[in-house]
């Protein structure tokens, strides 16, 4: 699978969350005044999904639209050349989800409850990445927004029937899956529970996973032992380093 086709999913999952603005009919600019510093959610997409980046008349143009908006603006690009203009890097991979699940084991202590209100689960994710007040209350409203616009689940992972994780799916199409949000709570860490669950998360649904992510340990260990192949890496790169 290509990384164009696991992107555009997940262009489609922020286009129902985040205003934009479309520059020469392809190229979409989200923002977000509320994080303008934040690059997931003020970056320009190639809605085209080559991913390549403007010339330089269409730069300055959405340059200048950031600017007016006091948002630091970014773009996203799979091109190799811009890689040492980024400020950040995600791996993106995907799971082809066979028919044939019978040779996965459920490890007995731990269980995958999907019944974690929107409230719980953003507040479990704020301590998994260690978010402030304030962020865990914006992260909880985009999700509310989420689980009316696409087909979202969002999930508690539990170890001896204690809170020890969550994760969520969420679905624009009905084609594909895309796992966010995935991530054990601090004190729980180091005992596999990431890799026993990420392995069993297939077990949820019948379509092919996707999913992206800027941990070492999730890209090297626990996305590959769990039968996740990796598609590529994307690059996001703030605007003025390309002008």
Known sequence: MKINDIIKEEYYIWNSVYQSKIFQDRFVAFNDSAYPDHHYWNTCFDSKFDFEVPNLKILNEINNHYNEINIKGFIVTIDKKYKNLKLGTDKYFYYKNST?????????MISIESYISVE??????????NFDGDFTSYFSNKMKILSHSARSKFYAIKYNGKLVGCFSLFSMNNTYDFLMNFGIL???????IGYETMKTIS??????????TDSSKMMNSILPKSGFQYAGEAYFIPISNLI
């Open 120 to 129: 719980d689960f953003s507040k479990c994710v704020g301590i998994i990445f």
């Open 186 to 192: 601090p004190e729980y860490r180091g005992n596999d």
């Open 203 to 212: 077990l949820l649904t019948d379509l092919p996973i996707l999913t992206h």
């Open 100 to 108: 044939d699940k019978n040779n996965i084991k459920n490890n007995k």
